[in-house]
């Protein structure tokens, strides 16, 4: 028997003719509390969660966000993540003369991510190869807006219009136009903020465990081996 923890893993095994179950991650629902939308007026907090990693495309999310301050001039962002990319992005960010906007926090522990989630106006993830994100499930969970690349396996756990707004790989206007119809529609951004939480809602243990516990049973019934 075999497990994967994504649709689009499960696409990936098919085209070689390989069978397989979807189980998904878990993300635990205590550590993340949804909190009232901030009135933020002009200075709305934008946050990243993902490594300093070329896969990750941050230089978009920094264009992207460079946009959003031309409607929001006291707009902020914070990267919370670390990688080898450090150098490279804070040089963009100088250019675009966003240094005073945006923040590089490094790598958050686990304790740390849901006050900054708690912080945040919308959660941004330009990546250019992806399976199934966490952050963006934290975000889910945390009832933070989602603007994301269409990469990989995103749309298997983001609908368009419903849970989170996707745009194209490397499309840094589109990223920011969409970050700004969020930011100014209140109706867009509760109507986002409650699929994501009932989104997150599918990924909690007892959903996931009660999967684990059926493959284990199949398993034991047919006598194959995982």
Partial sequence: MRVTPSVFLQRVFAKRGLNADVIPNIIDL???TPKPPRAFGNSP???ITRNLEPIYDIPTAIRAFAAIKKTFSGARMTVAGSGPELAKLQALVSKLQLTDSVQFSGRLDNASIPALYASADCMVNSS???????SILEAFASGVPV???CAGGIPDMVEHGVSGLLVPIGDAEAMGREVIRILQNPGIASGLRQAGLAEA?????PQVRAKWLDAYIRSA????AW
């Fill in 30 to 32: 205590a550590c993340f």
């Fill in 221 to 224: 019934a047919t006598g194959r």
């Fill in 128 to 134: 250019t190869v992806d399976n199934m994100p966490i």
């Fill in 147 to 149: 603007v994301s690349t």
């Fill in 45 to 47: 907090h934008i946050v």
């Fill in 201 to 205: 809602g599918k990924y909690a243990w």
